[in-house]
T-cell receptor, first 115, second 115 residues
Framework: DVKVTQSSRYLVKRTGEKVFLECVQD?????MFWYRQDPGLGLRLIYF???????EKGDIPEGYSVSREKKERFSLILESASTNQTSMYLC??????????????FGPGTRLTVL | AQTVTQSQPEMSVQEAETVTLSCTYD???????LFWYKQPPSRQMILVIR??????QNATENRFSVNFQKAAKSFSLKISDSQLGDAAMYFC????????????FGTGTSLTVIP
């Protein structure tokens, strides 16, 4: 079974802090994703990566950056956390990309609160 | 960009009964994939069922089946013999041949199963 893990289930940070959310997958997947999930808005894509050191912006990249130095690890960085970034953050990985029926596998999520 | 609409924020069903969750989408692509994901409370999101648009036959996985109407751009999920463990948030998602790696998610339907 594919396993996607996230470094923290719950995180509380202060406004202006730099925040790192880590995601690791163990199935050699090419593609990894970061979403934020808010009630009534579903899942919105922040960034995704289709290879090591490669990244593309999703629908809501403002205020976030990402890093993928190793294939199995994809980090989401909040350079200066703000209260409107309080949310649930989901990481996902996927074996193949465009035009395939491959599903995404999700991590358990990190609930981030910015005070 | 593709849009996915789930018009039922909340649904409820009696245990052992059948419920149908609705999903519509908008796309100009001819080849694409549709997914239903389940997110139980405080647990990881998992794939329930997927449908390939070029297949006319509706997908089925045990008690879960879909009604895929390509012309109407409709992709509903039917849960038969509902069980308490089916209580969850359900998300419909779209992945297209020309949309790269991006999945487009609906806003979710919260399903309650009444004993």
């Amino acid at each position: 079974d594919v396993k996607v893990t996230q470094s923290s289930r719950y995180l509380v940070k202060r406004t202006g802090e730099k925040v790192f959310l880590e995601c690791v997958q163990d199935m050699d997947h090419e593609n990894m994703f970061w979403y934020r999930q808010d009630p009534g808005l579903g899942l919105r894509l922040i960034y995704f990566s289709y290879d090591v050191k490669m990244k593309e912006k999703g629908d809501i990249p403002e205020g976030y950056s990402v890093s993928r130095e190793k294939k199995e690890r994809f980090s989401l960085i909040l350079e200066s956390a703000s209260t409107n970034q309080t949310s649930m953050y989901l990481c996902a990985s996927r074996l193949s990309g465009t035009g395939t029926p491959d599903t995404q596998y999700f991590g358990p999520g990190t609930r981030l609160t910015v005070l | 960009a593709q849009t996915v609409t789930q018009s039922q924020p909340e649904m409820s069903v009696q245990e052992a009964e059948t419920v149908t969750l609705s999903c519509t989408y908008d796309t100009s692509e001819s080849d694409y994939y549709l997914f239903w994901y389940k997110q139980p409370p405080s647990r990881q999101m998992i794939l329930v069922i997927r449908q390939e648009a070029y297949k006319q036959q509706n997908a089925t996985e045990n008690r879960f089946s879909v009604n895929f109407q390509k012309a109407a751009k409709s992709f509903s999920l039917k849960i038969s013999d509902s069980q308490l463990g089916d209580a969850a948030m359900y998300f419909c998602a779209y992945s297209g041949g020309n949309t790269g790696n991006q999945f487009y998610f609906g806003t979710g339907t919260s399903l309650t199963v009444i004993p």
